[in-house]
C-alpha cells in the first residue's frame, strides 16, 4: 500500500514564534489521525500547513494524486490546489458558518461541490443533495432552507455532507465537536464514524478532546509547544502514555 500523504519537517515560523516544527509523519489510505493538544500547541497551525491554507517555512507535503504520482503541494499553482480542495479533499470547520454559504439553500450548498467537478445536471444534482441530506440525517424537506435556520448541530452535518459528496479521498476536521451540546455530540460523532467507515476515507483531526480521538482515530500525535512529542496508535497513546505531558492531559480528563 502506498501513503496517502508524505509529511517532511514540515515548519512554520511566525517571526521568532513557532507555530510547528519538524514535523513528519505518512497517512495511509483509509488512516484517520487525530492530532491533539492544548490551545496553542500548534495543532491547528500544522493542519493549516498540510491542507495548503499556509504556507510552511520548510518541509514538503506530497500527496499521491489519482495518476499515481506525488505532488508536492507548494509547487501547485492556486488553481491546481483550489481544484483539489473542492474535488479530492474536503475541510470541516469547526464553525459550520465558515464551511457554508449562509445564504443559500440546503441544496445548494450540497450541489455547488457537484458543480464545481462539471456536473450540470439540476435533477441529478438535487437528487444526489437529497441521497447526502438523508445520509446525514437532515430531512430532505429542509432542502431548500438556508443554513441560518439550522441548529448549530445540522448545520455541521450539512458542512459534512458538503464535503463528502465529491467522494473526496481525505478529509481535515478542526475541532469538527467544538461548540456542540454533549448529546449533539455524540450524535455526530457517529455519524463521522459511520461515515468514514462506509467511505473508506482517510482523515486527519485537529481536537482538544481525547474523547473524539478515541472514538474516531486510529493513530494520535500529541502537540507540545509546536513539536510532536508522542505518537502511535491511539488506544496505546492513551492508555499507555510514556510522555508525562501526555500522561497530565490522559489524567486531567479521567479526574472530570
Same mark, same amino acid.
Given at each position: 500500500?502506498t501513503p496517502?500523504?508524505k509529511?517532511?519537517?514540515?515548519?512554520?515560523?511566525?517571526?521568532?514564534?513557532? %507555530?510547528?516544527r519538524?514535523v513528519s509523519f505518512?497517512?495511509?489510505? =483509509?488512516?484517520?489521525?487525530?492530532?491533539?493538544? &492544548?490551545?496553542g500547541s500548534g495543532?491547528t497551525?500544522?493542519?493549516?500547513c498540510l491542507?495548503?491554507?499556509l504556507m510552511p517555512t520548510s %518541509?514538503?507535503v506530497?500527496?499521491h494524486?489519482?495518476?499515481?504520482q506525488?505532488r508536492d503541494?507548494?509547487?501547485?499553482?492556486?488553481? &491546481?490546489?483550489?481544484f483539489?480542495m473542492?474535488? +479530492?479533499? %474536503?475541510?470541516?470547520?469547526q464553525?459550520?458558518?465558515? =464551511?457554508l454559504r449562509?445564504?443559500?439553500s440546503?441544496?445548494?450548498?450540497v450541489g455547488?461541490?457537484?458543480?464545481?467537478v462539471?456536473?450540470?445536471?439540476?435533477s441529478?444534482i438535487?437528487?444526489?443533495?437529497?441521497d447526502w441530506l438523508?445520509?446525514?440525517?437532515?430531512? &430532505?424537506?429542509?432542502i431548500? *432552507?438556508q443554513p441560518?435556520a439550522?441548529?448549530?448541530?445540522?448545520? $455541521?452535518r450539512?458542512q459534512?455532507?458538503?464535503?463528502l459528496v465529491?467522494s473526496?479521498?481525505?478529509?481535515?476536521m478542526?475541532?469538527?465537536?467544538? =461548540?456542540? *451540546?454533549?448529546?449533539? $455530540?455524540a450524535?455526530?460523532?457517529?455519524?463521522?464514524r459511520?461515515?468514514?467507515h462506509d467511505l473508506?476515507?482517510?482523515?486527519?483531526?485537529?481536537t482538544?478532546d481525547?474523547a473524539?480521538a478515541?472514538?474516531?482515530?486510529?493513530?494520535?500525535m500529541?502537540?507540545k +509547544?509546536?513539536?510532536v512529542? &508522542? $505518537?502511535?496508535?491511539?488506544?496505546?497513546?492513551l *492508555?499507555d502514555?510514556?510522555e508525562p505531558?501526555? $500522561?497530565?492531559?490522559?489524567s486531567?480528563?479521567?479526574?472530570?
Amino acid at each position: 500500500m502506498t501513503p496517502l500523504l508524505k509529511v517532511n519537517d514540515i515548519s512554520k515560523f511566525y517571526g521568532s514564534r513557532v %507555530g510547528c516544527r519538524n514535523v513528519s509523519f505518512e497517512l495511509w489510505p =483509509g488512516e484517520v489521525l487525530a492530532v491533539v493538544g &492544548e490551545s496553542g500547541s500548534g495543532k491547528t497551525t500544522l493542519l493549516s500547513c498540510l491542507s495548503t491554507r499556509l504556507m510552511p517555512t520548510s %518541509g514538503t507535503v506530497e500527496y499521491h494524486m489519482r495518476d499515481g504520482q506525488y505532488r508536492d503541494l507548494a509547487r501547485m499553482g492556486e488553481a &491546481e490546489r483550489r481544484f483539489l480542495m473542492r474535488t +479530492d479533499w %474536503g475541510f470541516v470547520h469547526q464553525n459550520p458558518a465558515d =464551511g457554508l454559504r449562509m445564504t443559500v439553500s440546503a441544496g445548494a450548498n450540497v450541489g455547488e461541490r457537484l458543480m464545481a467537478v462539471g456536473d450540470r445536471h439540476y435533477s441529478r444534482i438535487r437528487d444526489t443533495a437529497i441521497d447526502w441530506l438523508r445520509r446525514v440525517e437532515i430531512d &430532505e424537506s429542509r432542502i431548500d *432552507d438556508q443554513p441560518r435556520a439550522f441548529s448549530g448541530g445540522m448545520r $455541521q452535518r450539512l458542512q459534512i455532507a458538503r464535503n463528502l459528496v465529491t467522494s473526496p479521498r481525505l478529509v481535515f476536521m478542526d475541532e469538527p465537536t467544538g =461548540g456542540l *451540546d454533549v448529546s449533539v $455530540q455524540a450524535r455526530l460523532l457517529d455519524l463521522v464514524r459511520g461515515l468514514v467507515h462506509d467511505l473508506g476515507l482517510s482523515a486527519i483531526i485537529v481536537t482538544h478532546d481525547l474523547a473524539v480521538a478515541r472514538l474516531l482515530s486510529h493513530r494520535m500525535m500529541v502537540m507540545k +509547544d509546536g513539536v510532536v512529542i &508522542e $505518537q502511535g496508535l491511539t488506544d496505546r497513546v492513551l *492508555d499507555d502514555p510514556r510522555e508525562p505531558y501526555t $500522561q497530565l492531559l490522559v489524567s486531567s480528563i479521567l479526574q472530570v
